[in-house]
């Protein structure tokens, strides 16, 4: 079987979830380095630009306590996001649950949501 790529995919209308690496260094919520974040532009900018839904996951960091947690959220990500995008994302400051279904059905079309570090979840569930 050929492999398919974002552009071989009918997006419209469409809710995208879009495993990107956005494992950036991060200190004091400031990121040192968004070559990550831009690499991951033309998938994201085709999903959007083809009225898609694009939902982002992403890890950041290693955890292994919930002292590890502190300053590993994908907030600053998604703020940078926006900037490059030069449109809203919405960030959801959980992994699971209702507050994120209910921001995924919200989405309009053309919409870029970002879901919290998918490791912060792992300390606390195990």
Do not use: C, W
Request: aromatic share 4%; proline share 4%.
């Amino acid at each position: 079987m050929a492999k398919l790529i974002v552009s071989d995919l009918d997006v419209k209308d469409k809710k995208v979830l879009i495993r990107v690496d956005f494992n950036v260094p991060i200190k004091d919520g400031k990121i040192g380095d968004d070559n990550r974040i831009v690499a991951a532009l033309p998938t994201i900018k085709y999903v959007i630009e083809h009225d898609g839904k694009a939902i982002l996951f992403s890890h950041l960091g290693r955890i292994k306590s919930e002292d590890d947690k502190k300053g590993l959220s994908l907030r600053p990500v998604a703020e940078r996001l926006s900037n490059l995008l030069n449109k809203p994302v919405t960030f959801v400051p959980v992994t699971e649950g209702e507050q994120l279904e209910t921001a995924i059905n919200n989405m309009n079309d053309g919409d870029v949501l970002v879901v919290e570090n998918t490791r912060l979840e792992d300390v606390v569930n195990g």
